[in-house]
């Protein structure tokens, strides 16, 4: 289990979230990340002043960021919704490889589906502890 510290910010807006809308895969419907609260739901606790929010990110989890032209080449918007790795592989025509991903951003250090570890060729399991929220909100 994480859990997310929420920072007072009265500025904050529904846009200022960098959270998905849903976290359902736009082509099956799968949930990439059952134990993760969305873009509403980070917004209404802000709103609401609660002081937490938990997030659950282990081995059901596929979230995750490749490079842009990856994302392009699968007829994705940036912030165009969410897909599973086998849907974004069937759009792709190919399996994932390691350098599809960017080994330095902060998701894809994240826990993940077996499927996910192994295409992106390394990955921390233990080390996640607290999701900052703040980081997610755009400056
Ligand atoms: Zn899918």
Known sequence: MTSSILHNNPKLTLEDINAPVRWCCVDCGKNTAPGCPTRQQIFDAYQTGQKRLDAVLDTNSEVYTVRP??????????????????????????QLKPKDFDQYHLLNGLPGTPLLIQRRGKGSMGDWRLLDLTALAAT
């Open 69 to 94: 032209a990856i994302w392009k080449k699968a007829r994705m918007e940036p912030f165009g919704g969410c897909l599973c790795i086998g849907c974004l592989e069937k759009r792709l025509g190919r």
